[in-house]
């Protein structure tokens, strides 16, 4: 399974030249609350290279020059009050996103705290300057404030870390059409122009018969090897034929995303129009188990999704295609699912391979994963394209919901289901969600803090709503 690759941080501390002119030795006091910040930081999954401590206008731009193509964030940490007008220039030219945290070296600065600890513990004032620039020349930025001493500051800042890997991900990405998009959907269709120049994201379609040929070119023991796999990790309850069409068509669909080198892919189930060519059965299989190695996925042509799906997984460890499909207005529930995609790493359990019926009879029985989805908490994140060739972001913060076995119908074993609990009534959060422009296709992201992941789509530059 995935697992998100360690955010890589630039932290860049701020000082006063002034101070080292008047009172050389009294930069030495901050080197243990550094120091801190450090450990913090990488304590929480961060690859953190601390630039040397800035001052004026060259040491700034030294040390962003270093950390320009080397970091997914630049974290800006004020020892001190720093002018600045000092740091401005440089931070606004770069294209990083950037975090300001905004912390001291001690917690408490009550009446009863010793004179001397004005100098250790003044730097918020700087974050005031800095921050009041930035948005002077608008240039975006995050901040998460609060004490050294509170987990939850640094936490806030490594899901900000998470969120800007995820950025870099998305941005130049490669996606892979197989087929064209589903007639007449159109709320994710986007001209591929556009989203080049949005995004410098590129989309390649191919025909079936590409996928025919890759998948005639499949060896009978690299079959044979990938259904001993399956039976490790899954239980596969289907029979021999279809499996073996099923992983044939798969492994043809691996290489040719590997060989083109691309983070996301979609396939339109309805270009699957003959049972007897080699791409003779929809690969479902495949595709779970693609989100689950990391690349993105969405239905029906959708690469626009399927790049969200990659890097989100890229930034937060694990993301699935999915769509809400029905309401639970009773029990204030929403039913996800979708024919037969879902990322295996959402799984309590071992996942079930099952038989699933061709959708129109033109291709054949296929291959499909399902399971009860891990309990626990997850952002619901939506990627949505506006007038004027705009986009937005549109995250919630949801529960997974356990499933009950004494209550499930025995045909939903074989059907793709997970059942999510938004904070908002049911009904008030889908008229929100299509106030927001919401899409029919999105991604469901567990464990992952929505603060965090609304602000991926502020790094990204585009409109960000959060459904609380």
């Given at each position: ?192 122009a556009v989203l080049l120049a949005s995004f410098n994201l590129s989309v390649d379609e191919i025909g079936m018969e590409a996928l025919d040929q890759a998948a005639a070119a499949v060896a009978d023991g690299e079959v044979d090897d990938e259904i001993r796999r399956d039976r490790q ?236």
């Amino acid at each position: 399974m995935m697992t998100a690759r360690q955010p890589r941080i630039g932290l860049v501390p701020f000082y006063l030249k002034l101070y080292d002119d008047l009172m050389p030795a009294r930069r030495a006091g901050f080197q243990p609350f550094l120091e801190r910040v450090v450990a913090e930081l990488t304590g929480r999954g961060l690859d953190v290279t601390c630039a040397p401590v800035c001052r004026i206008a060259s040491e700034f731009g030294e040390a962003m020059s270093r950390l320009e193509n080397q970091v997914d964030l630049v974290i800006t940490l004020h020892l001190a009050y720093s002018p600045s007008l000092e740091a401005l220039d440089v931070f606004r030219k770069s294209r990083l996103p950037l975090l300001l945290l905004d912390t001291t070296p001690h917690a408490d600065f009550g009446m009863d705290v010793p004179a001397d600890r004005i100098m250790l513990n003044h730097g918020v004032h700087g974050v005031m300057d800095f921050a009041s620039m930035l948005n002077r020349v608008r240039r975006p930025f995050e901040i998460v404030a609060g004490s050294v001493d509170a987990p939850a500051t640094f936490d806030r800042a490594a899901g900000m870390a998470r969120a800007a890997a995820a950025v870099q991900r998305f941005r130049g990405m490669k996606t892979l059409r197989i087929g064209q998009a589903f007639r007449g959907m159109g709320d994710f269709s986007v001209d591929p122009a556009v989203l080049l120049a949005s995004f410098n994201l590129s989309v390649d379609e191919i025909g079936m018969e590409a996928l025919d040929q890759a998948a005639a070119a499949v060896a009978d023991g690299e079959v044979d090897d990938e259904i001993r796999r399956d039976r490790q990790r899954f239980d596969c309850q289907l029979d021999e034929a279809t499996h073996r069409d099923a992983t044939r068509v798969g492994l043809g669909l691996r290489r040719l995303v590997a060989d083109g080198g691309y983070g996301a892919f979609s396939v339109n189930f309805q270009s699957f129009d003959r049972p007897d060519r080699p791409a003779c059965a929809m690969p479902f299989l495949e595709i779970s188990k693609s989100m689950a190695r990391g690349l993105g996925y969405g239905g029906e042509g959708d690469v626009l999704t399927a790049a969200l799906v990659a890097a989100l997984s890229h930034g937060f460890g694990a993301a699935s295609f999915t769509e809400i499909f029905c309401a639970d207005w009773s029990g204030d529930t929403l039913f996800l699912s979708h024919m037969g995609e879902i990322n295996p790493a959402l799984a309590q359990g071992r996942p079930h391979v099952f038989a699933k019926k061709a959708f129109d009879t033109r291709s054949r029985d296929t291959a499909a994963l399902t399971f009860a989805a891990r309990p626990g908490p997850a952002t619901f994140v939506n990627l949505t394209p506006g007038p004027d060739d705009t986009f937005t972001l549109v995250s919630a913060p949801v529960e997974i919901l356990a499933e009950n076995a004494d209550r499930l119908d025995p045909a939903m074993r074989d059907t793709v289901r997970v059942w999510i609990r938004p904070r908002q009534p049911v009904a008030r959060f889908l008229e929100a969600y299509s106030r927001a422009g919401g899409t029919h296709h999105s991604a469901l992201v567990p464990g992952a803090d929505a603060a965090s992941v609304a602000a991926f789509g502020r790094m990204l530059g585009i409109g960000s709503v959060a459904l609380e």
